[in-house]
């Protein structure tokens, strides 16, 4: 077997043994009114550093304007192109389910036993910052179902900075599912295991056929409850709270420049 499917392998057999657990039934384990709390409440901000040889950078934060709200609460945000906010973290135990050796040590110049690290898995998960991190929501709008949607931006994911490698690469770091942010919407700011190991599998599967994508460095599950309607029946159940640190050239899309042109924000978008 190969090294890549190896890890493949590690990670179905991980996946499958934190699928296949029994849930409590949706009405056991939580009043609606606790559940609604939860939504709506926005928990502690991470303050601390961790103690990793990776240090990121804020280029963008000199050249674009940022929320002069330096607040991490739902709004409509006008004259910028980030917000400041920091991760909510996941609630413990956390298990790394899966890293990209290829992500770790091409792109990120860090050794495999870095993973052996508690201060990695909390790095990975939002419960502490990268050295040089500066968390920032990106500000964004777009359309859905082919009308314009309006004010989007990341509602569950934290840009955590940039770093350049010793190929002289320049990544931009990511955290989805990292909790709430002003874009959130009606959102929790969550993912939950499905999506994350979508998002972790698809994205380093179609690097290796050749596809152009984004990366995923890690997939970090925890025992955080997450509410979902997983097939938009009514029936909401509860599911695993999980991260994916993911990086990309850049994150910006065609949205970022949108949302200035329809505010009539012609500064900014200059």
Known sequence: ?????FTLFVL???????????????????????????????????????EIPLTLSHK??????LDEVDDNFIRTVKGCVFSKCQPTPLKEPLTL??????????????????IQNEEFVHCVSGGKLFPGSIPLAHRYGGHQFGYWAGQLGDGRA?????????????????????????????GDGRAVIRSSVREFLCSE???????????????VVSEEPVWRDQFYNGNVTKERGAVVLR?????????????LTRTGELDVLR
């Open 205 to 219: 599967a179609m690097h290796f056929l050749g596809v152009p994508t984004s990366r995923a460095l890690s997939l």
């Open 247 to 259: 990086l990309a050239k850049s994150w910006f899309r065609i949205g970022s420049l949108e949302i």
């Open 1 to 5: 077997m190969t090294k890549h499917g």
């Open 97 to 114: 389910a899966a890293v990209s050796q290829d992500v770790l040590g091409n792109i990120l110049d860090l050794n495999e036993s870095v």
């Open 60 to 65: 963008l934060i000199g050249a674009l304007p």
């Open 158 to 186: 934290h840009f955590l900075g940039e770093y350049t490698n010793r190929k002289g690469e320049r990544w931009e770091l990511q955290l989805k599912g990292s909790g709430k942010t002003p874009y959130s919407r009606s």
């Open 12 to 50: 179905f057999s991980a996946v499958a043994s934190t699928t296949c657990r029994d849930e409590q039934d949706f009405c056991e384990s939580k009043s609606c009114n606790e559940r609604e709390f939860e939504q709506n409440h926005f928990y502690t901000n991470v303050k601390t550093y961790g």
